[in-house]
């Protein structure tokens, strides 16, 4: 069981330059995030899944799209980096009632930076 | 969305108990109170969650007020290891949506 896994851990892109950031879990949970976190910074909200096929903006939505294809896979898709875009990306797996036998339900995190 | 309001830091001795209020006075009656907490640059730990009721489990106690506008998260015997950022969320989930909006934490400092 391995939880939330996140790809890639590093990212160097320049401005203008597209990439996908990939999230799968296996915990079966029907819920999943993806937030951003600035240095000394709390986490925010980017886009969410209720559901497979379902997905809903966050609290900084702008400059991202996701993609939730199956129930495992919840992708964050960079068109245009810009270097505002610079941060840690969190993903995030949770189960809908009550809580499983895991406590990690956040990925170990994308680091991207933006020239 | 329900916000949730907590002081910026506190701190704790060793072993004492560490008690983090949040405020929720916008809380629905379908909506849960989370806690996860943040050490270092790692990903969010969850630690408990409620509806109405006191929770307990083997991390921590969960304390809810009657009217649920606030809770209090306590930390039995807080260890070095417990620093951290503390954050209280409250979830917004129905049928078709599940948002969980992280606010500003606590950043719990546990000194020797």
């Known amino acids: 069981n391995a939880g939330v896994t996140q790809t890639p851990k590093f990212q160097v892109l320049k401005t203008g330059q597209s990439m996908t950031l990939q999230c799968a879990q296996d915990?079966?949970?029907?819920?999943m995030y993806w937030y951003r976190q600035d240095p000394g910074m709390g986490l925010r909200l980017i886009y969410y899944s209720a559901s497979e096929g379902t997905t809903d903006k966050g609290e900084v939505p702008n400059g991202y799209n996701v993609s939730r294809l199956n129930k495992r896979e919840f992708s964050l898709r960079l068109e245009s980096a810009a270097p505002s875009q610079t941060s840690v990306y969190f993903c995030?797996?949770?189960?809908?009632?009550?809580?499983?036998?895991?406590?990690?339900?956040f990925g170990p995190g994308t680091r991207l930076l933006v020239l | 969305d329900a916000k949730t309001t907590q002081p910026p830091s506190m701190d704790c001795a060793e072993g004492r108990a560490a008690n983090l209020p949040c405020n929720h006075s916008?809380?629905?009656?379908?909506?849960?109170v989370y806690w996860y907490r943040q050490i270092h640059s790692q990903g969010p730990q969850y630690i408990i969650h409620?509806?109405?009721n006191n929770e307990t489990n083997e991390m921590a106690s969960l304390i809810i007020t009657e009217d649920r506008k606030s809770s209090t998260l306590i930390l039995p015997h807080a260890t070095l290891r417990d620093t951290a950022v503390y954050y209280c969320i409250v979830r917004a989930r129905s049928y078709n949506t599940d948002k969980l909006i992280f606010g500003t934490g606590t950043r719990l400092q546990v000194f020797p």
């Open positions: 409620g509806l109405k």
């Open positions: 995030a797996s949770i189960p809908r009632d009550g809580q499983g036998q895991e406590t990690q339900y």
């Open positions: 915990m079966n949970h029907n819920s």
């Open positions: 916008t809380i629905s009656g379908n909506e849960y």
